[in-house]
């Protein structure tokens, strides 16, 4: 029973490389989004997707880019890390319209 | 756009007793879920309670109830019997009916004392 599975847990990246984040989820969900989460700042949306081949912008888009190749992964990507990117990272994924987000169990990630 | 508030950065609560965590959110719309969701330091997001705007009943489950006032847009938490496994941080979400765009408060740490 995997749910939403997100690789890496930790990373550590120095100021301008690239890496992404993977998210899989088994519950054939439609809706799968990505957040990140600061101190004092909750949890805010960078981007979701509604399904395969549909991705849109959350709040705090800026310096991420994402796909929707499959219903399954919807990976994260930082195409040149910054500072203001560590963070705790985290995918969710829904069945529909109004219902529970399910989560991942997180990524934190530095950058140095 | 939607906004979700959590006045209390931090509350303590004696081990067997009652606390209530605080929410408020602004929207002009009427049709919404409200959450919240436990967040304990292993870091897993865990739904604690949900509601439903159309609703009046506030819902409960377990330990665990709401105090949902639409009109003073107020959605606040109290766990009773508080229990040590409660200590966690704790987050108000709202996210529209046809909208799947979740929008969280800063949180609430909650420390049980023994």
């Known amino acids: 029973n995997a749910g939403v599975t997100q690789t890496p847990k930790f990373q550590v990246l120095k100021t301008g490389q690239s890496m992404t984040l993977q998210c899989a989820q088994d519950?054939?969900?439609?809706?799968m989004s990505w957040y990140r989460q600061d101190p004092g700042m909750g949890l805010r949306l960078i981007h979701y997707?509604?399904?395969?081949?549909?991705?849109d912008q959350g709040e705090v888009p800026n310096g991420y880019n994402v796909s929707r190749s499959t219903t399954e992964d919807f990976p994260l990507r930082l195409l040149s890390a910054a500072p203001s990117q560590t963070s705790v990272y985290f995918c969710a994924s829904s069945s529909g319209q109004g219902g529970k987000l399910f989560f991942g169990s997180g990524t934190q990630l530095s950058v140095l | 756009a939607q906004t979700v508030t959590q006045s209390q950065p931090e509350m303590s609560v004696q081990e067997a007793e009652t606390v209530t965590l605080s929410c408020t959110y602004d929207t002009s719309e009427s049709d919404y879920y409200l959450f919240w969701y436990k967040q304990p330091p292993s870091r897993q997001m865990i739904l604690v309670i949900r509601?439903?705007?159309?609703?009046?009943q506030n819902a409960t489950e377990n330990r665990f109830s709401v105090n949902f006032q639409k009109a003073a847009k107020s959605f606040s938490l109290k766990i009773s019997d508080s229990q040590l496994g409660d200590a966690a941080m704790y987050f108000c979400a709202y996210r529209l009916y046809n909208n799947n765009d979740m929008r969280f408060g800063a949180g609430t740490r909650l420390t049980v004392k023994p």
């Open positions: 519950m054939n969900h439609e809706y």
């Open positions: 997707s509604v399904g395969a081949g549909i991705t």
């Open positions: 509601q439903e705007a159309y609703k009046q």
